[in-house]
């Protein structure tokens, strides 16, 4: 599957890039099906884009958003994802937007595991595009290296929409898995600076140590385009 990869020198360009690119992935999806399913990365490097992407004229009633990963806190806990984009993007749309969390009431994400399932398969069975962020480790969502079910989560034939994870040493957290945002149209993968571009570089010229990184998963299948957008 192709791997289209788009350098900027700045990070004004790059948001500009990847929010034009988006905003056609959605308008497609809409014209062809009259809704648009899509699921955003946490953290910090994506936040500008979702604040740009919330001052868009949409039709946000016919888009419904979830979250590639969550950690399993209160949703108004700073670590929380579903806080994060609560601030920069549902508190400007309204109550138009469709939001589907990850996080339920479960004491614990394996305890809360088969409801998320529930709720995503209910209300989202596919996708149609996808924001993905990378770690210096080569994790995305969270797919994490060390993680104990790293295969399960990278089962390209999974059923499984979601799985608990409990990354050594960090809080345990909720994650999509591959084969689910596999069924998106394309993933957008937004990164920056040196250190994350070399992982990516290693992948896509098939270095034999690029294969400890989760990413490289991603980057070979043959299933969903990946266009990768990146700045210093």
Same mark, same amino acid.
């Given at each position: ?27 497609q ?30 039709p ?9 990963d ?21 508190? $400007? ?7 589907? %969390?990850? /996080?339920? #009431?479960?004491? @614990?994400? =394996?305890?809360?595991q ?22 210096d ?21 999974? $059923? ?7 990354? %050594?040493? /960090?809080? #345990?957290?909720m @994650?999509? =898995? ?20 070399q ?5 896509l010229?098939?270095?034999p ?8 998963i ?10 990768i957008?990146?700045?210093?």
């Amino acid at each position: 599957m192709k791997v289209n990869f788009n350098s900027y020198s700045n990070p004004d360009e790059t948001l500009q890039a990847i929010k034009t690119a988006l905003l056609s992935t959605i308008e497609q999806s809409i014209k062809a099906k009259d809704h648009c399913a899509i699921a955003l990365a946490g953290g910090g490097t994506p936040q500008p884009l979702y604040r740009e992407l919330s001052q868009s004229k949409l039709p946000w009633y016919k888009l419904k958003v979830t979250l590639t990963d969550e950690r399993w806190v209160p949703k108004d806990h700073n670590d929380s994802n579903e806080n994060m984009i609560t601030q920069c993007m549902l508190n $400007q749309v309204g109550q138009e937007l469709r939001f589907i %969390p990850l /996080k339920n #009431q479960a004491h @614990s994400a =394996t305890e809360g595991q088969a409801e998320c399932e529930w709720s995503l398969s209910t209300h989202l069975k596919t996708l149609d595009s996808v924001v993905l962020g990378m770690g210096d480790d080569g994790h995305f969502a969270s797919i994490f290296p060390d993680t104990d079910n790293l295969n399960a989560l990278l089962d390209q034939s999974s $059923q499984q929409k979601c799985m608990a994870v409990s990354p %050594p040493g /960090k809080q #345990q957290r909720m @994650s999509l =898995t591959l084969s689910y945002l596999l069924t998106a149209k394309v993933i957008y993968l937004l990164i920056t600076g040196d250190n994350k571009k070399q992982i990516i570089d290693d992948v896509l010229s098939k270095k034999p140590s690029s294969q400890q990184y989760p990413i490289s998963i991603l980057l070979n299948q043959q299933t969903c385009p990946v266009h990768i957008y990146w700045n210093v």
